[in-house]
């Protein structure tokens, strides 16, 4: 048969196509026992008319898959096929069932070879995360295991299929389509000869699966982004600066975005309001203002409910040094903080600016979020901590001179969204302001960077602002594909890595995992 005879279509078992049913199941099952009867399937379908899914040639049935709903806790342990079956031969389907079971997948054996297996296999999936529903569930007959029953147990011959050492017509193809076994069923189906009784609870996972819980309670899937490329000036006065950020944020909030991120630094060109002559004491006296605008940023994320990034501010520590540090303001009041980790040499030499020592992800009521400012986002190692921490979103706070440092700065933040599988989100300032001490000029291009996947752009770049302009950028970020990336992407880096040859590990002194660390 061509491919060009094909006239192949999707829909739903009716109780009027069990003739052509029984024909396919007799012929697919001799083995063991042939169709089930017609009260049956009717019933099947009268119980649970989705879950019975039919692949047509024209008018003729080629392949079926039959489903039904059950206990995820009952049927992810031991049981016997048996356990499915009621009286008068009634498969047991669970209306309220928070997993699907696959009771059998036929392919008419002149259409082997098409994948329509595959197919019938991708509908379930797809009907399982319609459904929300927490996975598949499967007994699958090894049906090649009498051939070699004799040499090993049917844990080694599973194994071994695994491998691809061995073929089994069943095994081998779950296996490859993303199942995974879970343990050995003995005596799943005592007349099923071929498989000597034995049988494999295979599993598959809907990543996507949200348990039942009040809607106020659930987590946002769909956040959206926006970010400041803020414009260095000069001001007057501290107000004249928090004025611009109020109004950045009234914007930003209109457009119901869950995040406003600003720019490293922002605020440093209030040093012009004092005599520059020595740079340190210069932003000794920025760092004095730090506290207020902690305190009014804060303000304005309650306000305008919106979390707030608020780009970086020098802040003086307990211990009288300088830490340039990111504060992210929640909108329940609440204020986590960031520093940043690596040092520039410019910042070390005319500032006396330390780097810090704890590194954070941020629970928000818009997913998990890590902080890392400018310069740490070129250190793989730390991006690469947080991933495992189930970070969703990395925001990357900078400000560069010249184009050389900013690329610097992007093509690193690209390189951490694709081998950590998150968004990362990178906020710069614009400007010239050569009436300031390290101030001159500015270069900057903000961007969202996705994961290099199917589900995203071609680039891989989500939104990104014109250069060198001064103006705000969003952009919406769908978490749901970072969790099919994860589990189901072309690759899966975080999946694939060999921590049996490494690992990488940060000294427990200096971890905290999304800890609120002050109340404002």
């Given amino acids: 048969m061509s491919l060009e005879e094909l006239h192949l279509n999707l829909r739903n078992l009716a109780c009027e196509d069990y003739p052509q049913l029984k024909r396919l199941m007799d012929a697919v099952y001799d083995d063991i026992g042939g169709a089930w009867s017609q009260h049956t399937i009717d019933k099947l379908i009268d119980e649970f008319p989705d879950g019975q899914i039919l692949i047509e040639d024209d008018d003729k049935i080629v392949g079926v898959a039959l489903t039904v709903r059950v206990d995820y806790d009952r049927f992810s342990n031991p049981h016997k096929y048996d356990e499915l079956i009621g009286h008068r031969e009634i498969i047991l389907n669970e209306p309220d069932g928070d997993a699907l079971y696959g009771l059998d997948v036929l392919i008419d054996p002149a259409y082997r070879g098409y994948r329509l297996g ?12 319609s459904m929300n529903l927490r996975a598949i569930l499967a007994g699958g007959r090894i049906p090649n295991y009498h051939q070699h029953a004799s040499e090993m147990s049917p844990a080694e011959y599973i194994d071994r299929v695994a491998r691809k050492e061995f073929y ?22 005592p007349e099923d000869e071929k498989s000597m009784g034995y049988a494999t609870l295979l599993e598959w996972n809907n990543i996507l699966y949200e348990p039942a819980s009040l809607v106020i309670d659930t987590r946002r ?11 260095m000036r000069e001001f007057d006065s501290v ?25 490293e630094l922002f605020n440093t060109p209030l040093m012009g309001l004092t005599d520059q002559t020595d740079q340190v004491e210069a932003i000794q006296f920025l760092a004095g203002f730090t506290e207020r605008f902690k305190s009014e940023i804060s303000r ?33 009041g609440s204020v986590d903080r960031q520093a940043k980790l690596h040092i520039t040499p410019q910042e070390r030499r005319d500032w006396v600016v330390e780097g810090g020592d704890e590194l954070c992800v941020f629970e928000t009521d818009a997913g998990r979020v890590g902080i ?19 970070m969703d979103v990395l925001i990357v706070p900078f400000w560069t001179d010249t184009k050389n440092s900013y690329l610097r700065v992007r093509h690193c933040a690209q390189a951490r969204a694709i081998e950590n599988e998150c968004y990362v989100v990178v906020c710069g300032s614009v400007g010239n302001v050569p009436s300031i001490e390290n101030l001159d000029i500015q270069y900057a291009q903000s961007s969202v960077f996705s994961p290099s996947d199917f ?24 978490l ?14 975080l999946k694939d890595r060999r921590l049996d040859l490494y690992d990488l590990r940060l000294r427990d002194w200096s971890w905290k995992s999304g800890a609120r660390q002050e109340e404002s």
């Avoid at 986002?377 to 991933?387: D, G, H, T």
């Fill in 118 to 129: 595959r197919r019938l296999y991708e509908a379930r999936k797809d009907l399982c995360r």
């Fill in 480 to 493: 749901n594909k970072l969790k099919l990336v994860r589990a189901e992407g072309a690759v899966t880096n």
């Fill in 372 to 390: 890392l400012i400018c310069y740490d986002v070129e250190f793989p190692e730390l991006p690469r901590l947080l991933a495992e921490q189930d």
């Fill in 300 to 332: 304005m994320a309650v306000s305008y409910n919106i979390n707030i990034v608020a780009g970086s501010m020098v802040e003086k520590g307990d211990d009288g040094k300088l830490y340039n540090v990111s504060y992210l303001c929640h909108r329940d």
């Fill in 239 to 263: 107000e004249s600066v928090l004025k611009q950020v109020e109004f950045y944020v009234d914007a930003i909030s209109d457009y119901q975005s869950d995040f406003a991120v600003f720019p």
């Fill in 221 to 231: 899937t769909q956040i959206r982004v926006g970010a400041v490329q803020w414009q």
């Fill in 455 to 478: 589900a995203f752009p071609h680039d891989a770049v989500l939104s990104e602002t014109t250069p060198n302009t001064e103006m705000v950028m969003f952009s919406d970020l769908d």
């Fill in 168 to 189: 089994d017509p069943i095994l081998s193809f779950q296996l490859a389509n993303d199942f995974l076994v879970k343990r050995l069923l003995k005596k799943y189906l």
